[in-house]
């Protein structure tokens, strides 16, 4: 088992796939280490960290002479259910929701919550019996 495995780190991921003029653009938030990327048919195009999720958040990059905006709405904070709307040269492309939590099995929920709570829990008691 990987690390990532054993705190969830996929299950803590949302991924949106639009279709704009033949093009897949895929965004892809991590919530467990504040990373977006956007990919433009397979191409990375967007890759940075984002320490806030907020209620509204947005992203922006040019693309073969298209301007586009991701903007990010949390519409319920405990299924991290999102509201994702892309933007392309200013007019609306596309939206879609995403609940991120809600749309897992009941298993793979429960190590969606107690997988990050074990961690924190075994990191505070090294820490604590190391300093």
């Not at 690390?3 to 892809?28: C, N, P, Q, W």
């Not at 007019?91 to 995403?98: C, E, F, H, I, Y």
Request: charged letters at 20%; a neutral charge; hydrophobic letters at 45%.
């Amino acid at each position: 088992m990987t690390f990532k495995e054993l705190i969830g780190y996929d299950l803590h991921t949302s991924r949106v796939a639009f279709e704009h003029e033949g093009l897949e653009i895929v965004f892809i938030q991590d919530f467990v280490i504040f990373k977006r990327r956007i990919y433009v048919n397979g191409e990375l195009v967007y890759n940075r960290f984002s320490p806030w999720l907020g209620l509204i958040t947005h992203a922006e990059f040019d693309y073969q002479g298209h301007q586009y905006r991701f903007l990010t709405r949390t519409t319920n904070f405990a299924c991290m259910s999102q509201d994702v709307t892309v933007w392309v040269d200013g007019r609306q492309a596309g939206r879609k929701q995403d609940p991120v939590y809600s749309g897992l099995p009941i298993r793979k929920l429960m190590h969606a919550i107690i997988g990050p709570l074990f961690f924190g829990m075994a990191l505070g008691m090294f820490v604590e019996t190391v300093f």
